[in-house]
């Protein structure tokens, strides 16, 4: 799985600390602390970058760090608390596939996925990856 570490400012304003992603336009986080807007940093980069990647949006190239410090301060002139990188693993595409497979095989796949509470696809996808690591 790819990794990438994002440029992320943080702002004092009027209710706590807000995070932005000057790479990731609409990309925000908010917290009452400091280590709170951190955290919430993480997770709003997770998911801001899981649905970019589900909806085929293209991925922009993060700021190298020795850059960061380049980018202009919030023109509202909330005061900068810090800068800092945030990691995100970037998920995979999952791509649409037409399979055929024996009526049978399909009726015994479907039986053991949902006595696990996956579906086909998960189910199928969690074998191959098994069969890969032995291969």
């Known amino acids: 799985m790819e990794v990438r570490h994002y440029g992320a400012i943080m702002y004092r304003g009027s209710e706590g ?3 932005g992603f000057p790479d990731i336009p609409g ?5 009452k602390t400091i280590q709170e ?3 919430q940093a993480d997770e ?3 998911g801001h970058v899981a649905l970019m990647v589900r909806d085929h949006d293209p991925l922009p190239i993060p ?5 960061l410090n380049e980018i202009a301060p919030d023109p509202e002139g909330s005061e900068e608390v810090g800068r800092f990188l945030v990691k995100v693993e970037i998920p995979d595409r999952w791509v649409r596939i037409n399979l ?5 095989l399909v009726a015994r796949v479907d039986h053991a996925a949902k006595s696990l509470g996956m579906s086909r696809s998960g189910y199928l996808s ?3 990856r098994r069969m890969l690591e032995v291969a």
């Open 126 to 128: 969690e074998a191959a």
């Open 37 to 39: 807007a951190a955290i």
């Open 17 to 19: 600390i807000w995070v």
């Open 27 to 31: 990309c925000v986080s908010f917290g």
């Open 63 to 67: 700021t190298p760090l020795d850059r």
């Open 44 to 46: 709003a980069l997770s």
């Open 100 to 104: 055929s497979m024996a009526e049978t």
